[in-house]
């Protein structure tokens, strides 16, 4: 078969881009594979998995883990105030893609974006469109 005729669907491209198994993740962020377990079973991450239960870790997750690592090693938080700022986070970009829904190309979408821009730079962390 070509690789003209080949089609990925995008589903397809999201899973063979950027999948790293726990070692090399583990190496990727300079921290102990039994660290990423952890993280796993207090529900701070969630890898996908193979059909032989291998842990596969995404690019999303690993920067799901920076964030973890800058929160706790930067500022101080232990693993449940990680957790509480996580789902801020969470709550925080639900908000963003729902006003930018209901508000695009208003004044009102540019303030909202500038400030949400400015939070999450404050907290070194990336703003994802």
Request: charged content about 25%.
């Amino acid at each position: 078969m070509r690789e003209e005729d080949r089609e990925e669907t995008p589903n397809q491209a999201m899973h063979m881009e950027g999948v790293y198994i726990i070692s090399v993740a583990a190496r990727l962020l300079d921290v102990h594979p039994q660290t990423l377990r952890k993280y796993e079973r207090l529900g701070l991450i969630r890898p996908g998995r193979t059909i032989g239960m291998l842990r596969l870790y995404s690019r999303d997750d690993i920067r799901k883990v920076r964030l973890i690592q800058h929160l706790s090693g930067n500022l101080g938080l232990n693993l449940a105030g990680v957790e509480f700022a996580l789902g801020m986070v969470d709550n925080l970009l639900t908000l963003r893609q729902r006003l930018a829904g209901t508000t695009e190309g208003t004044p009102v979408e540019q303030a909202v974006d500038q400030e949400f821009a400015a939070l999450f730079r404050s907290m070194d962390l990336p703003l994802d469109d």
